[in-house]
């Protein structure tokens, strides 16, 4: 299917335990963006990448790591999750167009750390 | 971290009512500004884009912004009970990032 989607859709995990949570893009969008959602504070961004290889922290990178070996793909690992991790995350996509920096949303990743 | 603040609290209109939302953002050499819509339980989509000062419009929608100013504005014209929603107002920071407002909550009142 054409866009951008996310895996899981729901994950619930425990303290301490390693997660990672997929994104796809089938457009070749050369930017990505891990966002997070939480009451109170809207979107933050986590981490973001101009392009394969290329990888940079945002807002609250603090305990997330993201890699990106393939323009289709950036993972986010949370690498001890916590309970203030919980949180609904999304990935977006985009291309650089002149202004128009248009980010297409995947479905949103709700994690749940008991 | 450039700012985006919406403050305004959520916004009851009656069906077919003007609602109207506003947006001021920190930095005065942003460029790109965006609306977005976010339906409870679901990701934010793209309705309104805006790069130069005026007024660009859209159907129903209408984009305000203002870079003297610094505040960017959306109008909803004949507002249905399909406009309630969560609007996200986006400033553009550079390498394609958006810095996002907390948003407003629209509730359209048949």
């Known amino acids: 299917d054409a866009g951008i989607t996310q895996s899981p859709r729901y994950k619930i995990t425990e303290t301490g335990r390693q997660v990672t949570l997929m994104c796809h893009q089938t457009w070749s969008h050369s930017y990505m963006f891990w966002y997070r959602q939480d009451l109170g504070h809207g979107l933050r961004l986590i981490y973001y990448?101009?392009?394969?290889?290329?990888?940079d922290k945002g807002e609250v990178p603090d305990g997330y790591v993201v890699s990106r070996s393939k323009t289709e793909n950036f993972p986010l690992t949370l690498e001890s999750a916590t309970r203030s991790q919980t949180s609904v995350y999304f990935c977006?996509?985009?291309?650089?167009?002149?202004?128009?920096?248009?980010?297409?949303f995947g479905q949103g990743t709700r994690l749940t750390v008991v | 971290q450039k700012e985006v603040e919406q403050n305004s609290g959520p916004l009851s209109v009656p069906e077919g009512a003007i609602a109207s939302l506003n947006c001021t953002y920190s930095?005065?050499?942003?460029?790109?500004f965006f609306w977005y819509r976010q339906y409870s339980g679901k990701s934010p989509e793209l309705i309104m884009s805006?790069?130069?000062?005026g007024d660009k419009e859209d159907g129903r929608f209408t984009a305000q912004l203002n870079k003297a100013s610094q505040y960017v504005s959306l109008l909803i014209r004949d507002s249905q009970p399909s406009d309630s929603a969560t609007y996200l107002c986006a400033v553009n920071e550079g390498n394609n990032r958006l810095a996002f407002g907390k948003g407003n909550q629209v509730v359209v009142i048949p």
């Open positions: 930095d005065r050499g942003s460029q790109s």
């Open positions: 805006i790069y130069s000062n």
């Open positions: 990448s101009a392009a394969a290889d290329i990888t």
């Open positions: 977006a996509s985009s291309e650089s167009l002149g202004m128009n920096t248009e980010a297409f």
